[in-house]
């Protein structure tokens, strides 16, 4: 029997977009405001899909260096549509690549341009940001603290604009004493993903430390909206499904917090991973996604969870 057959269209749950539940005991299913893609992942993907038409119609090569976003499904379709992803400049064999959303390093660019190949650039303009500050603190003599992880694609990317190697990466501000002694003239930028409380930390050190220091606050600020509002909602659901890719530090930053105030926190890739025994006997379901995920996919795990809610409903 089909759901619509067994329900009526005016007992059928819907999902919302809010930060609240009623008071009541009503079953309720609320997706966080802003859960799911970012400006700088909604436009990545924006120019992946546009630069996979384009090679599909004029029959050129479109490859991503690296990951366009930590979505495997969005990554998967743009697969389907003949992009192919490489972590390896020298495998980019012609045509077309897209620079993912976090950066790439300077050098890998113009290697791109040098051999005649067409860079379609991803990478968000909050990420232009500390590549720029780099350079030209770099270019004005300043020692370079990034607060971040010396790991991540984008804090490399963001290195490779310095030109010197007097930098140091770190989160831990006991860290400043590897810095020489005589450097009076230090430059802090940030990874975009880190907390503040952490760049605020490192900021301090440095007051007490250094005459001439320059502070850019490159954090953006979408990540921590996505984390302020999946705290919210996680203290007031009975369950919370978060949707993200598994390697997406962002996404697996969001479980961490949910957990923290309900240990009924699941997370989900694709929408068939949801399971019917999570939701028994719950009635109040917050939904969140990363910021590497798209914001109607969200939006359809929301809707999802509403038709299986409905059809426990009419059970
Ligand atoms: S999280 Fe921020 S910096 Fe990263 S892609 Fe999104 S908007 Fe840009």
């Not at 230090?186 to 490192?202: D, F, H």
Request: include cysteine.
């Amino acid at each position: 029997m089909s759901l619509d057959s067994k329900v009526n269209s005016t007992d059928k749950l819907q999902a919302k977009r809010s930060l609240e539940f009623t008071e009541d005991d009503s079953i309720e299913i609320t997706i966080t405001p802003n859960g799911g893609a970012c400006f700088g992942v909604v436009r990545a993907i924006k120019l992946g899909h546009q630069a996979a038409s384009k090679g599909k119609s004029s029959s050129t090569a479109v490859y991503s260096f690296g990951a366009i976003v930590h979505n495997p499904k969005t990554i998967r379709e743009l697969e389907e549509k003949g992009v192919k992803t490489v972590e390896e400049s020298a495998h980019v064999e012609g045509g077309t690549v897209i620079l993912r959303s976090h950066g790439v390093r300077q050098e890998i660019e113009k290697d791109f341009n040098n051999r005649g190949i067409k860079v379609v650039d991803a990478t968000c303009p909050l990420v232009k940001k500390p590549q720029k500050i780099a350079a030209s603190l770099g270019a004005r003599g300043y020692f370079l603290v990034v607060v971040g992880d010396a790991n991540h694609p984008e804090v490399k990317g963001v290195l490779s604009y310095f030109g010197s190697d007097n930098y140091l990466v770190t989160y831990k501000p006991e860290d400043l004493e590897k810095i020489p002694c005589g450097v009076e003239k230090v430059g802090i930028v940030a990874q975009t993903t880190i907390e503040v409380t952490v760049l605020n930390k490192i900021i301090e050190a440095c007051q007490k430390r250094f005459s001439d220091l320059a502070v850019y606050n490159t954090i953006c600020d979408a990540t921590s909206i996505r984390q302020e509002e999946a705290e919210v909602l996680a203290q007031k659901a009975d369950i919370l499904v978060v949707v993200g890719g598994k390697n997406s530090s962002n996404t697996n930053k969001l479980v961490k917090i949910c957990k923290q105030f309900q240990p009924n926190t699941y997370l989900i890739e694709e929408v068939e991973e949801l399971e019917q025994s999570w939701f028994q006997g719950k009635k109040k379901i917050g939904v969140t996604g990363g910021a590497s995920t798209p914001q109607d996919y969200v939006d359809l795990v929301g809707e999802r969870i509403a038709e299986m809610m409905t059809l426990t409903m009419s059970n």
